[in-house]
């Protein structure tokens, strides 16, 4: 076989195995987990989630009675929590911290993620 043969059969050889590298998993992770972190915005995936698992004790007009006076409910409420350490202590059980949702289940791993992705992101009100 002449050199310039045996390149190009090792160039289609690496294009080809090239392709193999692009699986579904690499190409688009929140396939493969469920959870999507590509696009978390306050209004969208924060809100549902405390919705869902907070507000019955810490909505506004809840938070008197049932949340210990504490609000998480409009966005400036939240970001105080985010900001000092509150919000994701709780949640995630960390030592020091009480634990929430009190009395019920933790939140899963994704509520989680999407909620530091969120702090992580800078705390948007979007
Ligand atoms: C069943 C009611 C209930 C639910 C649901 C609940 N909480 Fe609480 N939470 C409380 C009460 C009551 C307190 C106040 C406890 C105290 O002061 O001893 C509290 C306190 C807090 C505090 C303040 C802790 C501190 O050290 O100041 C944070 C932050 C908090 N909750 C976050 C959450 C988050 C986030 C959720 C949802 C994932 C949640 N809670 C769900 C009842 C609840």
């Given at each position: 076989m002449k050199q310039i043969h045996k390149i190009i059969l090792l160039l289609l050889i690496i294009s080809l195995t090239g392709c193999?590298?692009?699986s579904e998993e690499a190409l688009y992770p929140q396939l493969s987990?469920?959870?999507?972190?590509?696009n978390v915005t306050f209004a969208a995936t924060v809100t549902p989630i405390l919705q869902a698992s907070c507000h019955s004790c810490h909505s506004n007009s809840n938070a008197v009675n049932s949340g210990g006076g504490v609000k998480i409910q409009n966005y400036a409420d939240v970001v105080i929590l985010a900001n000092n350490g509150k919000l994701m202590g709780t949640i995630t059980h960390a030592s020091g911290y009480q634990q929430m949702p009190q009395g019920g289940g933790k939140l899963s791993d994704c509520e989680i993620n999407q909620l530091q992705k969120w702090i992580d992101n800078g705390k948007l009100n979007n």
């Open positions: 193999y590298y692009d987990t469920g959870c999507d972190l590509s």
